[in-house]
């Protein structure tokens, strides 16, 4: 069976058309994106004498689904999302800390508080406050990490966009894998180079903060370059599915450009 013709369009053009699976891609981006910052953005884990960040092991399918969203739909339409993910990090933030500074009810039961380790604890203060406790341990950031996280993810975010789109253009829409390795690493790069400092420099030892910087890196590219296989499958479906190709050419690269939708 013959492979469907696709209908190339400029960037201008792929901004103002509505697409049938758009949607669902922009959500499982900002669904991924909000998980792994609230889950694993603070946790240093080790495995294999290898210190990393915990949230490595999701966040990166956050960039690959960034990859999918320009290479089929085109830059304006990945910024659109880009901002989508801003403005959802900003408001999980604000919840986050609403919610972490209400005062806990006395008897409020959780995990840790029926643990016999807490057990001395809990007769001097509260079951509530044990929980308190452990709550604030997971889902209290600071707003180091807050800001940390909303810079990094807003500055990689449209550097790996940008350079994936202007890479297609210059490759002709050849090499996906080049487009995409080479867009998250240098993405990736000013991700780590600004999360890593702004959140943890002080807190941890210039060493590990370093260390972690480095080693996510370098492992967010690997996990880049493990799922190439998976990216040609969903980008090669989309496309077929919507018909098009996006080149972004003429395309205004602002990430405050405003494009129209059709």
């Not at 915990?54 to 739909?73: H, K, Q």
């Not at 060493?207 to 990216?231: G, Q």
Request: proline share 3%; hydrophobic share 55%.
């Amino acid at each position: 069976m013959n492979e469907p013709t696709l209908s190339r369009l400029d960037g201008t053009t792929g901004a103002r058309r509505h697409f049938r699976y758009f949607d669902y891609v922009m959500a499982a981006f900002v669904a991924i994106l909000l998980l792994s910052n609230l889950i694993g953005a603070a946790k240093l884990a080790i495995w294999q004498g290898f210190t990393f960040g915990a949230g490595i092991l999701f966040f990166p399918v956050s960039y690959v689904i960034g990859d999918v969203l320009t290479e089929v739909y085109g830059y304006a339409n990945a910024r659109r999302c880009v901002w989508m993910g801003f403005f959802a990090l900003i408001f999980m933030a604000f919840m986050s800390f609403v919610v972490v500074a209400m005062p806990p009810a006395a008897d409020w039961g959780c995990a840790a508080s029926a643990d016999p380790l807490y057990a001395g604890i809990i007769a001097k203060t509260s079951a509530g406050q044990v929980c308190q406790t452990t709550y604030v341990s997971v889902f209290g950031s600071t707003w180091r990490i807050v800001l940390a996280s909303l810079m990094a993810f807003w500055a990689g975010e449209f550097v790996n966009s940008f350079v994936l789109a202007r890479m297609k253009v210059w490759t002709g829409g050849r090499h996906l894998w080049a487009r995409t390795i080479g867009s998250t690493v240098f993405g990736q790069a000013v991700d780590s180079a600004i999360f890593y400092p702004v959140a943890f420099l002080g807190t941890w030892t210039t060493h590990s903060v370093l260390v972690v910087m480095v080693t996510n890196w370098a492992m967010k590219v690997l996990w880049e370059a493990v799922l190439t296989p998976v990216t040609y499958a969903v980008v090669g479906m989309l496309k077929r599915r919507e018909g098009v190709d996006v080149f972004d050419e003429g395309t205004d690269f602002s990430p405050f450009a405003k494009a129209r939708v059709v």
